[in-house]
């Protein structure tokens, strides 16, 4: 399923999974820092989405005069590529899995 989009349910719940991890504090250095760049990408893919879904939204509260509603991707300030994460690019590890609740 490589270069499939994940929704931005799934990227947050990999967000939390990362961040579950780094406050554990048990990670070697190494292992820590790899998962705060995956937490930052995904955090960057978030972002973009719900930017997205703000823009779209505000399409639809403020209507052209006198016209009908109109909806539309406007372009964000999101730098090129970010909110573009690839299931791929952040695929968890076995032992990532773990749910410790």
Do not use: H, W
């Amino acid at each position: 399923m490589a270069g499939a989009k994940v929704t931005f349910e799934q990227q947050l719940a990999d967000l939390e999974k990362v961040v579950e991890q780094l406050e554990r504090g048990d990670l070697p250095l190494e292992e820590s820092v790899g998962l705060f760049e995956r937490g930052m990408a995904l955090s960057n893919a978030c972002r973009g989405q719900l930017a997205s879904a703000e823009s779209r939204i505000q399409v639809l509260l403020n209507p052209t005069e006198n016209g009908p509603v109109e909806v539309e991707d406007l372009a964000m300030a999101v730098a090129e590529g970010e909110g573009d994460v690839e299931e791929d690019e952040y695929a968890d590890d076995d032992d990532s899995d773990v749910d410790n609740e």
